[in-house]
């Protein structure tokens, strides 16, 4: 264990090791009851493999929990990049949220210390993550089908078509300090691929050029700065924010979602579109790896429109189930079905158009910009990765610039599936 782990804040905060979570737990009772026999005969182990926490994974002679718990720095980069623990509370928040709304796609959360930024939860097991699994090419039969049905349903219920104007506001205002988690997503996904960052990379010499010419594209960069402005300005509905791959667990039949600590009020295609660049990202990386990977990368396509068709059925459904709220109010049309059909086709329309320029936007930083992903970085030959990256790049720039040839989900997997 480095140093670094060994952090202490005036306030009573400290970072965890394998060797100090178990003493810590043992003073939890609900939890102690949980792992269950003596704590001289817990295990801890730290997992964390992620940018920015510890994830330990206890285990008692009765059970298992996660304790996550938030350094006060970006871990991937290191103590010169000082992070605010407060993002452990608005993940909580978040997890409570979207536990009301969606709680068969969420881990169970077992306990909270604001102060040690740590939060104790479910071990989920024999899940992995979701990007692992697609590296391995496992399919998931209902993995998008959840994912859209989670979408739906916290996107909705925490929009203004299910809460009152007051009810809405009260909630944003609650995520309104995650300002330093925006930040991140503000520069590295929507500024820093598009001029020399420091801390950016990409697999040089071979994607020099296309590097350079990103960063000289006034076209993309302002089709790029349209979509930060909505970042911005679009508080539509609680966002987890990060949603990767890297932050869904599968096994065969379960789906969950973790690690919402971005999570503020924004555009919902901000989400969908994370979701959507994940399985982009991962089917331009099959080609890279060993073996037939051709239906395999079909596969990852279509499960792109598996997931905004569920989304689109399931929101649709709320919408005309619970609407409650205060945009759309249901005394504009009362019987009238032509009203509520219109609405919700202009809606999903801007939802869709968001989702494919977000999706963009967070294919190209995973390739420019410094956090990569590791479907494309376990391809080791160089010039096999670049191919599979520079195809990814040309999908999403043009995904930017001629949204109008990805009017649908299908129309953009067939276009994926082509590329
Ligand atoms: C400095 S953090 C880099 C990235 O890791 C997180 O998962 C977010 O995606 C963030 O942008
Ligand atoms: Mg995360």
Excluded at 6 to 35: Q, S
Excluded at 95 to 110: G, T
Excluded at 249 to 266: C, H, L, S, W
């Amino acid at each position: 264990m480095t140093a670094q782990l060994k952090l202490v804040t005036p306030n009573g905060y400290r970072a965890l090791t394998p060797e100090t979570v178990l003493p810590y737990l043992a003073g939890v009772p609900a939890i102690a009851a949980k792992l269950g026999g003596a704590p001289a005969a817990w295990t801890a182990r730290e997992v964390g493999d992620g940018n920015l926490n510890l994830v330990f994974i206890v285990e008692g002679s009765a059970g298992a929990v996660v304790a996550k718990q938030a350094l006060p720095y970006v871990r991937l980069v290191g103590e010169s990049w000082p992070l605010p623990l407060s993002r452990a509370h608005f993940e909580h928040l978040a997890l409570v949220e979207q536990a009301i709304h969606a709680s068969q796609f969420v881990p169970e959360i077992y306990y909270y210390d604001a102060d040690m930024a740590l939060t104790v939860m479910e071990y989920l097991t024999p899940h992995i993550i979701l990007r692992k699994g697609l590296i391995q090419g496992i399919t998931y039969p209902k993995m998008a089908v959840h994912l859209g049905q989670f979408l739906a349903d916290t996107l909705f219920n925490t929009s203004d078509l299910k809460l009152s104007a007051p009810e809405k506001k009260q909630k944003m205002a609650q995520y309104l300090d995650n300002t330093a988690m925006c930040k991140i997503s503000e520069d590295l996904i929507f500024d820093e691929p598009y001029f020399n960052a420091p801390l950016n990379r990409h697999t040089t010499p071979q994607l020099d050029d296309i590097s350079v010419a990103f960063q000289n594209d006034a076209p993309l960069k302002a089709a790029v700065q349209a979509f930060k402005w909505k970042f911005l300005n679009q508080p539509e509905a609680l966002l987890h924010a990060d949603l990767h791959t890297g932050s869904v667990m599968v096994t065969n039949d379960d789906t969950r979602a973790i690690d919402p600590e971005f999570a503020f009020y924004g555009p919902m295609g901000f989400d969908i579109g994370a979701v959507i660049a994940n399985l982009i990202l991962s089917g331009f990386a099959q080609d890279g790896y060993a073996g037939d990977r051709t239906a395999y990368k079909a596969w990852v396509f279509d499960q792109i429109a598996v997931v905004w068709n569920t989304f689109a059925e399931q929101f649709a459904k709320n919408w005309r189930t619970q609407a409650s709220g205060d945009a759309y109010q249901t005394r504009l049309y009362g019987a009238d079905q032509s009203f509520i059909d219109l609405a919700i086709a202009q809606r999903l329309s801007a939802i869709w158009a968001d989702t494919v320029g977000f999706a963009a936007c967070k294919t190209i930083r995973r390739i420019l910009g410094l956090a990569h992903v590791e479907d494309m970085e376990v391809i080791g030959d160089a010039d096999t990765r670049a191919a599979c990256e520079r195809r990814a790049l040309q999908f999403a720039r043009d995904m930017l610039l001629a949204p109008q040839n990805y009017s649908s989900a299908q129309i953009l997997v067939q276009k994926g599936k082509q590329a």
